[in-house]
C-alpha cells in the first residue's frame, strides 16, 4: 500500500481559489491511478476527480468540471487538485486516494487522512 496525505486546505471566501497536494511515500507512485473525493457533513463521500497513472487522462465529476484541475508529478510522488471559483456548497473534507484501477466509488484503496475545506459565502 501506499500511504497519502492532503494538505493545502483552508478557509475562502466564495468565488476564490485553492490548491491541495497529495503526497505519497514509496517508489511505486505512478503505478497508482489517483483521485480526489470530498465528504461534506451528514453526506456520502463523492468523487470529485480522477487521473490516470501518466497523467495523460483526467477526468471529472460534473460538480468540478471547469472549476478544478487535477495534475500529478510523479517524480515529486505527488498529485494536486487546483480549484478555482470556490462555492460554499464544496465546502467538505476532501481525500487523496491511489487505486490500480480507474474509480468513482469510494471503494478499497489507499486513503489520506482528509484535509478541511471551508468556503463562506
Known amino acids: 500500500q501506499v500511504q497519502l496525505v492532503e494538505s493545502g486546505g483552508g478557509l475562502v471566501q466564495a468565488g476564490g481559489s485553492l490548491r491541495l497536494s497529495c503526497a505519497a511515500s514509496g517508489r511505486t507512485f505512478s503505478r497508482y491511478v489517483m483521485s480526489w473525493f470530498r465528504q461534506a457533513p451528514r453526506k456520502e463521500r463523492e468523487f470529485v476527480a480522477g487521473i490516470s497513472r501518466s497523467g495523460g487522462s483526467t477526468y471529472y465529476a460534473d460538480s468540478a468540471k471547469g472549476r478544478f484541475t487535477i495534475s500529478r508529478d510523479n517524480a515529486k510522488n505527488t498529485v494536486y487538485l487546483q480549484m478555482n471559483s470556490l462555492k460554499p456548497e464544496d465546502t467538505a473534507v476532501y481525500y487523496c486516494?491511489?487505486?490500480?484501477?480507474?474509480?468513482?466509488?469510494?471503494?478499497?484503496?489507499?486513503w489520506g487522512q482528509g484535509t478541511q475545506v471551508t468556503v463562506s459565502s
Open positions: 486516494a491511489a487505486h490500480e484501477r480507474v474509480v468513482t466509488t469510494p471503494d478499497f484503496g489507499s
